[in-house]
């Protein structure tokens, strides 16, 4: 009998089985912490799939900061000490000294800049552009160790148009948003009175009880200070749903050019919300909200996220629960707030004006007093703990940080030997990061004496070992290293990959003492699963590895947990914090972790990151269940020193923090059977997700104008099946491929014939242009707007004709580096990479949109070309198993050019290897699916990057003859097969007789109905020509702009 369960619903069912995962979570331990080999390191990581809005380097998400002076409350305003300022601008130390001192203990205050939420609209075919923000009131809750923030926003559409909008709004570093929701009316005229226009804060500020509610519920009807009434029109919320379900259901909304919403986790802490219509010369308002940690020592400098060049009026509105706190104040621009009591707490509220950029700097230049700032002194920085209920789940949920004891080390320095530095130099560093990193560089090399010898790899979208060898840890080395890395141009996208096969290929670096990552982590290119890089990569994951964060910085925690949990540490430096201890922090000696036992009264639990080893002064942030009739709580961690005992009770917690102490709970727990990245877990993580409403890469938001609408898409009737979920947490080791959509769907048969083909010598499918040679083109800065993609695309186009392929590539996949999960910009760059000839990097970019959509089949159509172009048919043969069941939208235009492809493919194995395995399994699939080879001596495969446009193929024939969709066939025997209107491709020519003279080929470009904007439109062309030895492929690819006219353009001007 199986077990069912709603993803609506987390039962009973649910939590059997993750305490099933719990109890392999506990033996996996205990194996890892009890031996040292490389092949105990555990198989599982979390993967994160995510998508970046970059604009301009400045500003961050709303900061935090820690501070261990103990200084007295009423030293909130002071300034900075000036040696801590001085340190910063200096970022690191006199050569020489060594002095070792953790950088958990010295983190100074963080940046509080902030950049504004925008809602970004293409209006007409121009690039996006924010619409202006309004109103901004901004409501918090701090409860120990979290914070939950609610943001209410008006945006003006001062347009005479309805507009397609994007929400962007940056969160800081391990927050996760909670709650959409949108009113459904315009609320006011866009020529209403300034009064009227401040109507938001007439309303009452929201108590803390509504703040931490579920389902957040704001009053849509009032009247304005004026007495005008306003109607901003019901209130919808959004739902949890599966990731890719979300994206399908919005695009099949949109198509009929209504109003939905979609939210997703856009990775890097990016939060996107998709909006459409925003009303012609009206106002918008939406909702949102996330939950984010607070991580303090005694003393806590919360700055809200305010941002310096307001837009709009903005009040601020801040709710303290509990005694967490023996003093606390807020400050806003030198004032000192009045606080009032409440039921749960003190509050502040206040409102301020916008405020100009240009008398931001004005104001503030080198003074960060006058912004808004929270202060407050800790009852105990030692353990935090905040624990409430559900009623789906048996017992008490507990999150709790624990920060190790100072006295628990043994004092010992360990030598760093031969260090090997990874480098990130791809374009997202052109923040601080970059800086930072080199910083960070210069000062462990000139302070660490036990470095006797070092190798630099850099890295953006390929790796490149700088150094060329062990270079000596010498003043002279180091100064023409730096030289060299100093002449290097920021650019493109972040391959971790490329840069741990460098490592692990090159044999001397690869048996090196000690390993650092100086980047963010934040994977745009390759891989990105940190599983299958930790089952790839074993042998060196299981070194010591060095991780650095900076400030309010974002990082791939999944990525930094799987490189240092075998020994290594992730360090935090805070801005304005002397490098000088966080640079030798790496010499520190952790206390391995050797087993975790719990008290009776716990039922299971799990630790962040499940860390290897352990250092004096660590906060380790933990989730725990207690039986329902339990308060108090034992957990002991066996170090390799002793053991460490963690004691605590959630006696009297209040009822109001249940859903914020639930999704802190269950947001660990999912991270961790994420981890896993099997199907069986992601369905539990999946419908813990939406029960307490955490979006990440397995779910998102989604707003609909009715409920019926969620009935038709099926959102509430989904179900997922649990059964699997224990064998396959024993079983973690898989088949790479068994992570592509519909892999379980390919028969037994075609599976012999990929296995034959892996072990069989490459064949040669299609003759195509070999890929170019490769500069390594780190010199070369690409002159472009980031801001349009264009731009980009065009820059990259003229280094390309320059034969300056490595630069070319590096800012060409700067495209994926801002847009990473952008399907249309992807595309564009796989079809210019494919008439590049460069088929394994556009190989990538099509597995990242499959990934992304694996509802359009068009997407394993193109991967399998770039696949079959690179000379990769076993991996090609899975996606076109795959497209030839496609059922979906357009499996008119899928299966047909998925069986011709398929056809080329077997039929080339069977000639080329006559008598092998692979060419026998080869003949039996073809006839088993009635393929027969194809004798068109002309084929066109006509793809475009746009879904919802209709984009035309035409051939003009050499008599003058043009085939195109109202005639589709010509005396000469050329065939069109079929006219897409409905987006994305493919269009189909063949011709049977190949003519002695030349054909014109283009493509007519009528514009796109998708509310997503019109441009731009890029084509990928293929153009088959078979001959006696085979067939012959060229790709061709174009940037297309939309007009009012038809208009074609000329993709090939003579094929023969």
């Not at 011709?991 to 030349?998: C, E, G, L, R, V």
């Amino acid at each position: 009998m199986k077990l069912r369960i709603s993803t609506r619903i987390v039962s009973l069912f649910s939590i059997i089985l993750l305490a099933a995962c719990t109890q392999i979570i506990r033996d996996s331990r205990q194996a890892d912490y009890t031996t040292t080999g490389a092949d105990d390191a555990p198989q599982y990581e979390r993967s994160e799939d995510y998508e970046e809005y970059m604009e301009e380097a400045s500003g961050v998400s709303d900061g935090q900061s820690t501070n261990r002076d103990r200084r007295n409350i009423q030293d909130a305003s002071v300034a900075q000490d000036e040696s801590e300022s001085k340190a910063a601008v200096d970022g690191h130390q006199s050569e020489g000294d060594t002095s070792i001192e953790p950088a958990e203990h010295l983190r100074s205050e963080e940046s509080p800049a902030v950049r504004a939420p925008e809602l970004l609209a293409r209006v007409g075919d121009q690039n996006r552009k924010p619409l202006p923000l309004r109103s901004h009131d901004i409501a918090i809750v701090v409860a120990g160790h979290r914070v939950r923030v609610v943001q209410d926003l008006v945006f003006e559409n001062i347009h005479a148009n309805n507009l397609s909008g994007e929400l962007m709004l940056e969160l800081p570093d391990g927050a996760t948003p909670c709650y959409l929701g949108m009113f459904q009316g315009n609320g006011m005229t866009a020529d209403a009175s300034d009064a009227t226009q401040r109507a938001l804060f007439a309303l009452e500020p929201l108590p803390a009880s509504a703040i931490l509610n579920e389902q957040i519920d704001l009053p849509a009807a009032y009247n304005a200070p004026d007495n005008t009434a306003l109607n901003w029109g019901e209130l919808r919320p959004a739902r949890m749903v599966a990731a890719v379900q979300g994206r399908q259901v919005y695009e099949s909304v949109t198509r009929q050019r209504i109003d939905p919403a979609l939210a997703e986790w856009a990775g890097a802490n990016k939060f996107s919300t998709r909006i459409f219509p925003i009303p012609a010369n009206s106002y918008k308002r939406v909702v949102v909200a996330y939950d984010r940690p607070l991580r303090f020592d005694e003393v806590v400098r919360y700055y809200p996220p305010i941002p310096d060049n307001r837009q709009a009026p903005t009040r601020i509105t801040i709710h303290s629960l509990g005694d967490n706190w023996s003093e606390s104040i807020f400050q806003i621009e030198g004032q000192t707030i009045a606080a009032r009591t409440t039921d749960t707490g003190l509050s502040w509220s206040h409102t301020i004006q916008s405020r100009s950029a240009t008398t931001n700097s004005e104001n503030q230049q080198g003074n960060q007093n006058t912004r808004p700032l929270w202060y407050a002194k800790a009852r105990s920085a030692d353990l935090q703990i905040l624990a409430g209920s559900d009623a789906s789940l048996p017992g008490k949920l507990v999150h709790l940080r624990y920060r190790v004891p100072e006295d628990r080390t043994d004092n010992r320095q360990r030598n760093t030997g031969n260090a090997v530095f990874l480098l990130d130099v791809s374009q997202s560093t052109r923040t601080n990061t970059f800086q930072n990193s080199l910083r960070m560089l210069r000062t462990i090399l000139e302070n660490d004496d036990s470095i006797s010898e070092f190798a630099v790899i850099v890295f953006d979208v390929r790796a490149q070992d700088l150094s060329t060898g062990w270079t000596a840890n010498e003043a002279a080395t180091r100064n023409a290293l730096f030289q060299k890395i100093e002449a290097i141009k920021l650019e493109g996208a972040t391959n971790v990959t490329a840069a741990l096969d460098l490592l692990n290929n090159t044999v001397a670096y690869r048996n090196a003492q000690s390993f650092f990552l100086l980047s963010d982590g934040q994977i745009t290119w390759e891989e990105d699963r940190t599983a299958h890089l930790q089952a790839r990569y074993a042998q060196l994951l299981a070194k010591p590895w060095f991780c650095y964060s900076y400030g309010n910085q974002s990082v791939n925690r999944g990525l930094f947990y799987m490189l240092t949990r075998s020994g290594g540490r992730i360090i935090h430096v805070a801005d304005g914090q002397s490098l000088a201890a966080p640079a030798g922090a790496h010499r520190s000696g952790g206390m391995r972790m050797e087993s975790i036992t719990v008290g009776d009264t716990v039922m299971d639990y799990t630790i962040a990151g499940d860390p290897g080893q352990v250092y004096a002064g660590q906060t380790l942030e933990m989730a725990l269940r207690l039986k329902p009739d339990s308060d108090n709580f034992q957990m002991n961690l066996q170090l390799e020193t002793g053991p460490l005992v963690i004691k605590g009770s959630v006696q009297d917690s209040p009822a109001v923090l249940n859903q914020l102490a639930g999704r802190a709970w269950a947001g660990l727990y999912v991270d961790r059977l994420l981890e896993w990245e099997d199907g069986a877990a992601d369905e539990v993580a999946l419908a813990l997700s939406q029960h307490f409403a955490l979006s990440n890469r397995l779910a998102s938001f989604i707003i609909l104008e009715t409920d019926a609408e969620y009935k038709l898409y099926a959102i509430e009737a989904n179900r997922v099946d649990l059964d699997a979920l224990h064998s396959a947490a024993q079983s973690r080791a898989r088949d790479s491929e068994a992570n592509i959509a519909r892999y379980e769907t390919i028969p037994a048969e075609a599976l012999e014939l990929i296995a034959a083909l892996r072990k069989s010598e490459a064949s040669r499918v299609w003759q195509t242009t070999p890929a170019p040679g490769m500069n390594n083109g780190l010199g070369i800065q690409g002159n472009y707007n980031e801001k349009e993609l264009e731009s980009i695309a065009s820059a990259a186009r003229r280094l390309r004709e320059q034969n300056e392929n490595g630069a070319a590539l590096r800012v060409l996949s700067t495209v994926v580096e801002l847009r990473p999960r952008d399907d249309r910009a992807l595309r564009m760059v796989g079809f210019l990479l494919m008439e590049w000839n460069m088929y394994t990097e556009a190989a990538h970019i099509f597995a990242r949109s499959r990934q992304n959509r694996p509802f359009e089949g068009q997407n394993y159509l193109l991967e399998s070309m770039a696949l079959i172009s690179a000379g990769r048919p076993a991996d090609a043969a899975i996606r076109l198993e795959i497209a030839l069941k496609h059922d979906g939208r357009m499996n008119e235009y899928i299966v047909p050019i998925a069986r011709k492809l398929y056809a080329d493919l077997l039929f080339a194995i069977q000639s080329h290897n006559a008598d092998s395995i692979a060419a026998d399994l080869a003949q039996k699939r073809a006839q088993a699916l009635g393929l027969t080879e194809n004798t068109a001596q002309g084929r066109l495969l006509l793809f475009w990057n746009m879904d919802d446009s209709d984009m035309d193929l035409h051939v003009r024939e050499p008599d003058g003859f043009e085939v195109y969709y109202e005639k589709p066939e010509s005396p000469a025997g050329g065939k069109l097969f079929w006219d897409n209107t409905a987006g994305l491709g493919p269009e189909l020519y063949e011709i049977a007789a190949f003519p002695t003279d030349s054909m014109k080929v283009m493509a007519n470009y009528y514009g796109a109905q998708s509310v997503e904007g019109r441009a731009p439109a890029t084509t990928l062309l293929g153009a088959f020509r078979s001959n006696a030895n085979g067939i012959q492929v060229r790709w061709y690819s174009q940037i297309l702009e939309a007009s009012g006219e038809q208009k074609k353009v000329t993709i090939i001007s003579s094929w023969k």
